[in-house]
């Protein structure tokens, strides 16, 4: 075994969670995934609506689950469920589900602090609640006071963890048009919300590595591809090139290229 490898928990763990987005794979495609990275995934996001136009959905969620991972579907569905009026619809559909984990967002929809962390609070009654912060529309523009006081109010509503809005492009939210991450806003978030609580949505390499190497190994990240999970977590542990000297004594770097 290699030696001065970042120590990483076994889950159930509370540092260094990974959420992964799920955009309509099939059966079969789950059930690899679960057995390959089952252990590196902690929560697994049916992205949007893809849950409901995609078929066996049910098989899917008990394949994961069967590996001890939460399942959820995307905050943007809820939304969706929310502009129509039909809440008690949606408790229906993740209950029919088998879901045991929620996702509440607003990137679509106007909703009030006080009527978003309601229905968190509902929710937590019965489901491992996460709570995404940040507008869908790059034009949308949130001061980084507005991130902490939802974060905060959020997390005080029962939100296992708050989820800094990236999309699966990576160019809106925590980061700009270009995919680099918005650094003054991020700093000034830690100043006040605890690490541990945020999963930052981080679906490209690129930002991947920028918060292992600010946050370390135990960093929570979220939208990661089914086909990218292993790779970052050889990313995490400083076996790929990008971190490898990352978690290594200094004394090391003078093998560094």
């Known amino acids: 075994m290699l030696d001065l490898l970042p120590g990483r928990e076994a889950k159930p763990r509370n540092s260094g969670v990974t959420m992964v987005m799920d955009k309509g794979i099939g059966i079969r495609e789950a059930q690899d995934l679960a057995e390959t990275a089952g252990p590196l995934i902690d929560f697994l996001k049916l992205g949007f609506g893809t849950s409901?136009?995609?078929?066996?959905?049910?098989?899917?969620?008990?394949?994961?689950?069967?590996?001890?991972?939460?399942?959820?579907?995307?905050?943007?569905l809820l939304e969706a469920f929310l502009v129509r009026g039909q809440f008690e619809d949606y408790l229906h559909y993740i209950d029919n589900l088998g879901c045991?984990?929620?996702?509440?967002?607003?990137?679509?929809?106007?909703?009030?602090?006080?009527?978003?962390?309601?229905i968190i609070e509902q929710l937590t009654k019965h489901y491992t609640v996460v709570s995404e912060i940040g507008a869908k529309e790059a034009g949308i523009i949130m001061e980084a006071e507005e991130w902490i006081s939802s974060m905060r109010n959020e997390l005080d509503a029962g939100s296992s963890f708050?989820?800094?809005?990236?999309?699966?492009?990576?160019?809106?939210?925590?980061?700009?048009k270009n995919g680099s991450a918005d650094v003054a806003l991020i700093e000034?978030?830690?100043?006040?919300?605890?690490?541990?609580?945020?999963?930052?949505?981080?679906?490209l390499k690129?930002?991947?590595t920028?918060?292992?190497?600010?946050?370390?190994?135990?960093?929570?990240l979220g939208n990661i591809a089914p086909t990218e999970i292993v790779?970052?977590?050889?990313?995490?542990?400083?076996?790929?090139?990008?971190?490898?000297?990352?978690?290594?004594?200094?004394?090391?770097?003078?093998?560094?290229?």
Do not use: M
């Open 52 to 76: 409901y136009v995609s078929q066996k959905v049910k098989e899917k969620v008990k394949i994961y689950q069967s590996h001890n991972i939460k399942v959820y579907v995307g905050g943007t």
């Open 100 to 118: 045991d984990a929620a996702e509440v967002s607003d990137g679509c929809i106007k909703l009030s602090s006080e009527e978003k962390c309601r």
């Open 162 to 176: 708050v989820i800094g809005e990236a999309r699966e492009s990576g160019t809106v939210g925590i980061y700009g």
């Open 188 to 203: 000034q978030i830690l100043e006040h919300i605890p690490a541990k609580k945020i999963i930052w949505e981080a679906p």
């Open 206 to 208: 690129q930002q991947q």
């Open 210 to 220: 920028w918060f292992i190497r600010l946050l370390g190994a135990g960093v929570n």
């Open 231 to 257: 790779a970052l977590e050889t990313l995490r542990l400083g076996l790929r090139g990008d971190t490898f000297f990352d978690f290594l004594p200094e004394d090391f770097k003078k093998f560094k290229l």
